[in-house]
C-alpha cells in the first residue's frame, strides 16, 4: 500500500529545482521603502527574486492518503515537502544517481555496443509510474554528458533514447522474462 501511496500523491520535481530549500514563507510582502534598483547586478538579483517567490507558489497542497486496515481506515497526511522531496534520493549526485550508475554500466560495456545499448533504454518498475520520473531521467542525462567522468559517452549523447512499451512499467520485467522463457524453452525443445 506504501508504493500505491507514493505513486499516487508523490511527483518527481525537475531537475531546476535541485538543491533549493523549501522557504516556511512563501510570500513576502516587498519592504516599506524600498528603492528601485540603481544598477544591472540589484536589477538581477530583483529578477532572481521574483523567479524563487513564482517557483515558492508553485508549491504543492498537502493531500491525505486512506490506508485501509483490517477493519478500518488510517489516514496519513503527505506535506508538500515530501511530495516533492521523496524521490530525489534517486537522482543524489553523493551517493545513488541512477542515471550515473546507467553511465558508469555504458562505460563497460564494449565500445560498438554502447551505441545500440543507449538507443534502447526501458525503464520499468512502479517508481518509473511516478508523474515527472521520465522527463527528470532526460534532464539528468543531458547533465551527465556534460561531467568529465563521462566525456567519453559524449558522442552518444543525441543517440539516448527511451523505448516506449504498451505496457505499464510496473509489470515490464515480468513480461520480458515470460517472453525470454518461453524463447529460451522452445529455442532447447528444438534443439
Known sequence: QIEKA??????????????????????????A??????????????DKD???KKDNDLQ???????????KQSAFCKIT????????EVLFDDNQHNIVHF????????????????????????????????????IQEWNRAMTM?????LWNLKHRFRLLQCKFPANIRMFVGASIYGELTSRFVDEL
Open 60 to 70: 504543492p497542497n498537502s493531500v491525505s492518503y486512506e490506508f485501509n486496515v483490517k
Open 102 to 137: 546507467l553511465c558508469e554500466q555504458l562505460l563497460k560495456a564494449p565500445i560498438d555496443a554502447r551505441g545500440i545499448l543507449v538507443n534502447n533504454i526501458l525503464l520499468t518498475g512502479g517508481t518509473v509510474q511516478i508523474p515527472g520520473f521520465e522527463a527528470r531521467f
Open 50 to 52: 521574483k523567479d524563487d
Open 33 to 46: 521603502g524600498a528603492k528601485p534598483p540603481t544598477d544591472a547586478s540589484e536589477a538581477k538579483d530583483n
Open 6 to 31: 507514493i505513486a499516487r500523491t508523490c511527483f518527481v520535481q525537475p531537475l531546476k529545482y535541485k538543491g533549493k530549500k523549501d522557504k516556511k514563507s512563501p510570500r513576502q510582502s516587498p519592504k
Open 148 to 152: 568529465a567522468k563521462y566525456k567519453e
Open 80 to 87: 508538500p515537502s515530501i511530495r516533492r522531496r521523496i524521490c
